[in-house]
Each structure stands twice: as structure tokens, then as C-alpha cells.
């Protein structure tokens, strides 16, 4: 899966962080299938921080109780930017056939 094309995953700030006051323990954030977190002491823990799918905010949609946050997207693209990785994901998507080579914004219109 074309993310982050070579680029270091341990090099992008992207995991969850929980608010231990806000958390119910609802545990929808289990429902991670990249293991992310583990059940440890009847409360989530996050666990692999770095298996956090950059971009991904599931389980902080699921969460009852509104206790999970990410870090802001804001340098998240601006790290992409820095480093063309979203130039390395099309290309890379290109050479998979995943989309059109050679198509542009909007189908190249
Ligand atoms: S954001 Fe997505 S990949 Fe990351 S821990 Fe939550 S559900 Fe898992
Ligand atoms: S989804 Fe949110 S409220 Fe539920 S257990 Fe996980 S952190 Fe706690």
C-alpha cells in the first residue's frame, strides 16, 4: 500500500494520544486491526504508536468518549510537502496502475 513510499514511518509524528480523564472504556478503539492498542489494566493503551495508519482517524470517530486526539494535520502536510512524499504515493500508485498515469487534479482537466 503506497503511504509513505520509503520514507521512515518513525519519522512522522501520527498516533493516537488518549485522555485517560475522558476515556469510558468503551473499548471501540480495540477495533484497530493494526494492534495499536492493547487492553492492559482494564484501560486502552497505545502500544505501537508507529503501526497507526498515517492519516487515520477511525477510532477517534468511534470513541465515546471523545478522548482520543491526533497531532494536527497541519504539519502532517506540510512534512508531505517538505519531502514530495505525496509525489512518491502517485507515482508509485502510477506504476501499480492503481490510477491513470499521467491524469492530473480532476482527470487532468
Ligand atoms: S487512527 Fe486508524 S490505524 Fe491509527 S490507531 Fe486509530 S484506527 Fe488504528
Ligand atoms: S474508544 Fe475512547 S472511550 Fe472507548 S476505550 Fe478507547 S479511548 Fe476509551
Known amino acids: 500500500m503506497?503511504?509513505?513510499?520509503?520514507?521512515?514511518?518513525d519519522k512522522v509524528n501520527w498516533h493516537p494520544a488518549i485522555n485517560e480523564e475522558?476515556?469510558?472504556?468503551?473499548g471501540m478503539c480495540m477495533n484497530?486491526?493494526?494492534?495499536?492498542?492493547?487492553?492492559?489494566?482494564?484501560k486502552p493503551k497505545v502500544?505501537?504508536?508507529?503501526?497507526?495508519?498515517?492519516?487515520c482517524?477511525?477510532?477517534?470517530n468511534l470513541c465515546?468518549?471523545?478522548?482520543i486526539t491526533f497531532p494536527r494535520l497541519k504539519e502532517l502536510r506540510k512534512?508531505?510537502?517538505?519531502?514530495?512524499?505525496?509525489d512518491a504515493v502517485k507515482k508509485d500508485l502510477m506504476e501499480k496502475g492503481?490510477?491513470?498515469?499521467g491524469s492530473g487534479c480532476c482527470g487532468g482537466v
Request: proline share 6%.
Open 98 to 101: 492503481a490510477i491513470p498515469s
Open 79 to 86: 512534512l508531505y510537502e517538505e519531502h514530495k512524499i505525496w
Open 32 to 42: 484497530c486491526g493494526r494492534k495499536v492498542y492493547e487492553w492492559i489494566e482494564q
Open 57 to 60: 482517524t477511525t477510532c477517534a
Open 64 to 67: 465515546q468518549g471523545s478522548a
Open 2 to 9: 503506497a503511504w509513505l513510499v520509503g520514507y521512515p514511518r
Open 22 to 26: 475522558k476515556c469510558v472504556k468503551c
Open 47 to 55: 502500544v505501537r504508536p508507529n503501526e497507526c495508519v498515517v492519516g
